[in-house]
């Protein structure tokens, strides 16, 4: 087929199709896997090109700080996946909140969060920010009235997470999206634990829709990593604090969790049939409390997950009797699972919130939240749901 006609076809082809397609000019090797680009920086013909290029006047690469070929093409692909105009990457996924806000914000500005965010965003809010003048208030995450009551003459940013971490509350994005609207407030949501697979902030109301890639586009843990995606005009603010404050996402890394994003919908949509196969099997054992995943009837928030996701994800929470001492048990007779505070990983994962990824809050902070010390978060990966099954059985005994 000639380039010409297969560009053609592809105008035509779903946002899966594209984002395993989209490709970097070829070089004269003509590569069916893209090359990688390990350049710190980049060269030109003359000094003219050089200073039309620095100028803005001229589109190319000065500096792997500020462009690269590998990362182009991941934010690319991905925002073909989140219907974002374009996207910038970054070292982490923190770094991808901390940047969002730098860019965004400035002494004397207010936040507006949900209370069931990630540990390290809660320290952001809490800690660091207000050093320079900018404030949080949180609202509990269900609490509708409560985010439009918070609204302050200076509040620029509405921030949450649904899912949540580790409590996998659901909330209505499109709600939130009208209050924002209506005050003229940014909204920002973090994507990571749906993926732009199950779920499409953007199409809901939101004007920025940011992902830790470490998780679910790597898949494997192999590398760190985040994207912020939204508007051309939202982007070139945050590319501006960006290429200056130097969170770059390396070529490397990029070109790695880039061909990872090939595989992404296959991957999530097993680890998500495993998840609520696993999570129905779990609510008949009597030494369980409850449990909570987005697409079982018994989560409080099912009819907002089924109106605004395709899947419930590959992330299962879930109380043991018996608390802290309780959980530490049960983590330490699995065989199969891993035990680490990563997520998304092909591997199944099993993590104790309570004493590792949300251990700086202080007891009344993670019961706020619904954060219990029994509460074991799991991230079902990719093995036999037969297997993962017999393992948590043989644990929960």
């Known amino acids: 087929m000639s380039k010409n006609k297969k560009n053609e076809f592809l105008k035509s082809a779903k946002a899966e199709t594209l984002a395993i397609r989209k490709h970097i000019e070829k070089t004269s090797q003509k590569e069916h896997s893209n090359p990688l680009f390990l350049t710190s920086s980049f060269t030109f013909d003359s000094a003219e090109e050089m200073a039309a290029v620095f100028a803005d006047e001229q589109e190319g690469n000065i500096y792997s700080r500020y ?7 991941l934010i690319e692909k991905v925002a073909l996946l989140e219907n974002a105009e374009t996207g910038w990457a970054t070292s982490t996924g923190m770094a991808a ?11 004397g500005n207010h936040i507006i969060s949900s209370r069931s965010v990630f540990g390290s965003t809660h320290r952001l809010f809490t800690e660091i920010f207000p050093k320079w003048g900018i404030t949080t208030t949180y609202v509990d995450a269900l609490d509708y009235e409560g985010y439009k009551n918070a609204i302050q003459e200076n509040t620029k940013i509405l921030y949450l997470e649904s899912p949540s971490n580790p409590a996998l509350e659901i909330i209505d994005i499109e709600k939130v999206g009208k209050i924002c609207k209506k005050a003229k407030i940014l909204f920002v949501v973090d994507n990571c634990f749906a993926t732009p697979i199950l779920q499409r902030p953007l199409d809901l109301g939101a004007h920025i829709s940011i992902h830790s890639t470490t998780k679910f586009m790597d898949g494997q843990g192999r590398t760190l990593g985040g994207l912020i995606l939204g508007s051309k005009e939202l982007i070139k603010k945050i590319e501006a604090f960006a290429r200056h404050t130097g969170p770059a996402l390396s070529p490397f890394n990029a070109w790695i969790i880039s061909k990872s994003i090939e595989t992404l919908h296959i991957r999530v949509e097993r680890m998500t049939e495993n998840a609520l196969k696993i999570a129905k099997k ?6 369980i409390s409850w449990v909570k995943y987005p697409f079982l009837e018994s989560h409080p928030n099912y009819k907002i997950a089924k109106k605004q996701m395709f899947g419930g994800g590959a992330i299962v929470s879930f109380e043991i009797k018996g608390g802290l001492e309780a959980g530490r048990k049960f983590l330490n007779k699995l065989e199969l699972f891993s035990l680490t505070p990563n997520l998304g990983d092909a591997k199944s994962i099993a993590t104790h919130p309570a004493s590792t990824t949300h251990s700086k809050l202080k007891p009344d902070e993670r019961l706020s939240v619904g954060i219990s010390d029994g509460l074991v978060r799991l991230s079902i990966g990719l093995e036999h749901v037969d297997d993962i099954w017999q393992d948590l059985k043989n644990a929960l005994k």
């Open 67 to 73: 462009s690269n070929p590998n990362v182009q093409e």
């Open 97 to 107: 909140i901390f940047t969002t806000f730098g860019a965004l914000l400035k002494a």
């Open 282 to 287: 779990l609510e008949k054992i009597d030494s």
